[in-house]
């Protein structure tokens, strides 16, 4: 298991779910684990009621957060406000609400959500983070504005060493590399010290979009740790026709999801107990982390 895992997969899947369960073994097991949500739901709050968006400490070995755009936009201005206002300022006559305007430029909220993720990796202080991520659009086109911010600011940087001989009392040369640097550090982080746990539920739109969602990870460069089957009904289930027609629907897209996996599947089953009981999210986890070696297809 890579150092940043990744969850994610269709709305309503049980994503937050998973993660906390894992992020709760793994304490259990003695690691230093920080749990982290940018899931707009706010449902890490019902697991761990309290939970905000400053670190907070759950359990042994457990700290847990739920990252909002306020958060990441107050800390946008506090490492960067200042030096922003300082150079648009010496352009043109402006005040301070400018940062307003700049702050909901494309990239700048996912830049430093991702930058939050990078100096936890980087700070020696978690063995092992676990990011519950929104919903499957929401996490592509985290990872599309990364990259395509990355773009504008190589290009941005160019364009700059072109006019500046045009500029007076300003230069953003230092702030254009700063935030390159960043990007490219955090697109590092995401394809080398990370990997991705799709999650779904056996039916037909969580099982479509979880396959093309294992493809698109693939193409960003960010390999599967896991792709999780979960609520499947037990065998054993009422014997009543709805619950039959049900549970014949799930293993056919179970066999839709198993062939498209091109590795490791597990299957978790629909719970009897509440999300928050921590005996059954230990149970889930217990299956989730059985065997890293192969599958365990039901």
């Known amino acids: 298991m890579r150092a940043l895992t990744l969850i994610t997969g269709k709305g309503g899947v049980g994503k937050t779910t998973v993660a906390s369960a894992l992020a709760l073994e793994l304490s259990r097991r003695g690691k230093e684990v920080l749990l982290v949500s940018t899931d ?4 890490l709050a019902q697991i761990f009621p309290g939970v905000g968006d400053e670190v907070r400490r759950v359990a042994k070995g457990l700290s847990v957060v739920e990252l909002t755009r306020r958060a990441v936009l107050a800390r946008w201005r506090r490492r960067f406000g200042e030096e922003i206002y300082q150079v648009v300022s010496s352009l043109l006559p402006l005040e301070r609400d400018v940062l307003d305007y700049i702050e909901g430029v494309p990239g700048i909220e996912q830049e430093f959500m991702l930058s939050y993720l990078l100096e936890a990796a980087n700070s020696g202080e978690y063995a092992q983070i676990v990011w519950d991520a929104a919903p499957t659009a929401a996490t592509l086109s985290l990872l599309e504005a990364q990259r395509l911010f990355y773009s504008h600011l190589t290009q941005a940087h160019k ?3 072109k006019l500046r001989g045009y500029l007076k009392g300003a230069d953003p040369s230092q702030l254009i590399e700063g935030w390159r640097r960043l990007t490219l550090d955090i697109l590092e982080m995401l ?3 990370s990997e ?4 779904a539920q056996p039916e037909r739109l969580p099982v479509v979009q979880g396959l093309e969602l294992m493809q698109a990870l693939r193409e960003f460069g960010i390999p599967l740790g896991k792709a999780v089957l979960n609520r499947f009904l037990p065998e054993d289930c009422p014997r009543c026709g709805p ?7 799930q293993r056919r897209w179970a066999e839709s999801w198993y062939a498209g996996c091109p590795q490791n599947s597990v299957t978790l089953p629909e719970l009897t107990k509440e999300t928050i009981d921590r005996e059954a999210l230990r149970e889930l986890a217990l299956l989730l982390l059985e065997d890293d070696s192969g599958s365990t297809h039901a």
Do not use: E, F, H
């Open 191 to 193: 394809r080398t010290r």
């Open 159 to 161: 364009l700059y060493l």
């Open 40 to 43: 707009p739901s706010g449902a």
């Open 196 to 199: 991705a746990w799709v999650v």
């Open 243 to 249: 619950y039959q027609s049900k549970l014949a629907r």
